[in-house]
């Protein structure tokens, strides 16, 4: 999973639903096409598993730098799991394991997961954090009312630490349980079942956060 633009700032968003979600939905889709279609293109080639994983991971740090300098950015995930693909492709060079391939990607998940749940607990949730970057694109007025919001309202600053857990909590669920399956596993089974595992709990986590929005803004 790679999560290399999703976007989780849901709570509050000034966009429109619609938007929100082509917005979210865009990046996921190619973080699962690009390796999915690469593995399968270079294994209809004849090409070993280990080959056709190595051609996905490639092509994916690589969009992923693309769009790092084309924005002049690099995000905190982003980084994360520019800094897991790194680690895990020296890694699989080195021992030539294509369930190694797999299970990298679970590194970043991971350590998403745990930023999460560690924001969580010291009091700066990201998913607030992600909101409030959202809202400063529409002008110091609403990003004030926006802050001043937060600070004033339990329930909000519950809503957005709810959130942060909650996230947290399935990306690391969801990391672990790659692994596991990476080394239970056919390769070719694992191949197009990573990305399903990725869509059956960033789907839901992402419609209840986009629940959580529409009551905050009813609210």
Known sequence: MTMTNADTSTVDQPTESSGGVRTWLAPLARDIA???????AMHA??????AGLLAG??????????????????EVISAIVLCSFVVGLVLSLVTGDARLMIAKDSVGTVLIGLAFLISAMIG????????????????????????????????????????????????LGEGVLRVVLAYQLPVHTMAWLSPVLMI????????ISMLARKRGQRA
Do not use: H, Q
């Not at 080639?45 to 280990?50: A, H, M, N, Q, T």
């Not at 991971?57 to 002049?72: E, G, K, N």
């Open 34 to 40: 690009v390796p999915v279609g690469a593995y399968f």
């Open 45 to 50: 080639l004849g090409y070993s598993d280990f």
């Open 57 to 74: 991971t490639v092509l994916s740090a690589a969009m992923l730098i693309f769009l790092a300098i084309r924005s002049r950015r690099l």
């Open 124 to 171: 700066k949730p990201l998913i607030y954090l992600a909101a409030r970057k959202g809202i400063a694109a529409s002008g110091p007025a609403k990003l004030a009312e926006f802050e001043a919001a937060y600070r004033t309202n339990p329930d909000k600053r519950r809503a957005f630490t709810a959130l942060s857990v909650l996230w947290g909590g399935g990306l």
């Open 200 to 207: 059956c709990v960033v789907g839901p986590l992402f419609a």
